[in-house]
């Protein structure tokens, strides 16, 4: 994981804020996430978190969910990160490869919540599995970047403490 150099960050922040800016579409009940996908300084890729195809009758959101399943998917919806991801391979499949993923999180009006630690495992598959190359969160001490092979190991090893 690497914390950009200031000129990078305030780059890097312009992409957290257009993230931002999708996320407050988020249809999701428990959570509002939004993605850009950045190549070659263009968003190729966006997605919230939403039921599928934005439908009110795929909602899984506050139903009871089998206690059996593992507790991974927070967000009960399409993740942002799938949603981007999906819109860039059918927009622009040929950039993908070696692009930067920028995910964050938002309150009700709109501000970004910091993240915490990587823990997503279906998502960090998915950004290695299509060539992305890095892939941003917003910390407390600021964006980081992190390699997705990197990104996918720490989702593995994720530890709730
Ligand atoms: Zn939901
Ligand atoms: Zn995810």
Not at 42 to 49: A, D, F, H, L
Not at 101 to 112: K, S
Not at 113 to 119: A, E
């Amino acid at each position: 994981m690497t914390v950009p150099t200031p000129s990078e960050q305030k780059e890097a922040e312009k992409w957290m804020l257009a993230a931002a800016e999708v996320a407050k579409d988020a249809l999701c009940l428990r959570a509002k996430c939004g993605t850009v996908i950045v190549s070659d300084g263009e968003i190729i890729g966006s997605g919230y978190n939403a039921p599928p195809l934005d439908q009110e009758e795929n909602r899984t959101c506050l139903e009871e969910v089998s206690t059996a399943k593992p507790k991974y998917d927070k967000t009960c919806c399409l993740h942002a990160e799938w949603r981007a991801i999906l819109d860039a391979l059918k927009r622009n499949p040929d950039k993908i490869v070696g692009a930067k993923l920028y995910f964050t999180r938002v309150d009700e009006n709109g501000e970004i919540i910091k993240s915490g630690r990587p823990f997503c495992t279906v998502c960090s598959r998915l950004a290695l599995d299509t060539g992305i190359a890095e892939f941003l969160l917003w910390h407390d001490e600021g964006i980081c970047a992190y390699p997705t092979a990197e990104y996918n190991k720490l989702s593995y090893h994720y530890r709730e403490d």
